[in-house]
């Protein structure tokens, strides 16, 4: 049964916020949830960047839900931090963690100060960095030399199940080039032949374990407050996987979206009024080779997209 999950965006809601929205989601049927993890928003409009691994620890305790985040080791964050950070968390709550490992955005590196690399060297650097990690996560020693730099590291609370370590990918070349070393895959919406497409260079390229999708959606009681909520939070993100990679500011994302419309958004959000329509749209999604769908409502209000597919789309993808 394909798993229904629950996505917070720290973008976008205060961590407080955050862990009532993931009660609130467990108490209304979602089996699961995933979090971002940023430094800054893509939007002005959006205003938030809680600390993912912080809010993680609360969310694992105050739910009976598993998690998943999404991190980027290398530049903001050393591989060897992030394996503890992994260990730590899976130790103390066992089965109930996956973290996918990404080549990162300049949104959220630039302030390291150090030059942003091109996307062949963020790919390299993020093969040493699984390497190191998956290494620390089995209680080696580590000294590696390269992109990334570790000397003499070694954890020493280790947990007892390791968290799948897995690929996010925006795109078919992404999917295939990292599949050997992933756990899984998670990817975000797309149309269903797309999906199918990206899953099969995934599959023939060796990788493993579940394939996950994240999926935007702006739902609202009329078309008309959907598709104003859609444009006003997600109106940044309707470019290229390039772009949204490269982009240092959220200055710069809010220039970039000032003259997106509504069909542009569209491309990126399921925007819709009607239930039904939705769910037939995630019933493709599913039907194209994802075992997870992560529902993300882009907009800041939860509660009513929680109570309304609590209510109606779960039990009807079930």
Known sequence: MTVLGFHVSHEQLHPAEGLRAARLAQDAGFDAAMCSDHLAPWSERQGESGFSWSWL???????????????????????VIVAQAIATLGAMYPGRLWVALGS????????????????????ARLA????????LLRGQEVDHAGLVVARQARLWTLPEVVPPLVLPALTVATARRHAV????????????????????????A???GEVAVQVHLSWAPTVEEAEAIALDQWRTLTGSPAVAADTATTARFDALGRDVGIEQVRRAVLVD??????????????????DRLYLHHV??????????FGAHVLPALR
């Not at 040493?128 to 290494?135: M, P, Q, S």
């Not at 999906?195 to 599959?203: D, F, I």
């Not at 907009?299 to 997209?305: P, S, V």
């Open 57 to 79: 620890g609360a969310a694992l305790a105050a739910t009976g839900l598993s998690y998943g985040t999404v991190c980027a080791p290398g530049q903001r964050y050393h591989p």
């Open 104 to 123: 990162g955005e300049n949104l959220n590196e630039h302030v390291t100060g150090d030059p942003w690399p091109p996307k062949a060297e963020r790919d």
């Open 128 to 135: 040493e960095c699984v390497e190191v990690i998956r290494a």
């Open 181 to 204: 070393w992933a756990d899984g895959l998670v990817t975000v919406n797309k149309p269903a032949a797309e999906l199918r497409q990206m899953v099969e260079a995934y599959r023939e």
């Open 206 to 208: 060796g990788g493993a």
């Open 273 to 290: 009024a009607d239930l039904g329509a939705l769910t037939a749209r995630l019933a493709a999604l599913r039907d194209a080779g994802a």
């Open 299 to 308: 907009g800041r209000e939860q509660d009513a997209f929680v109570e309304a």
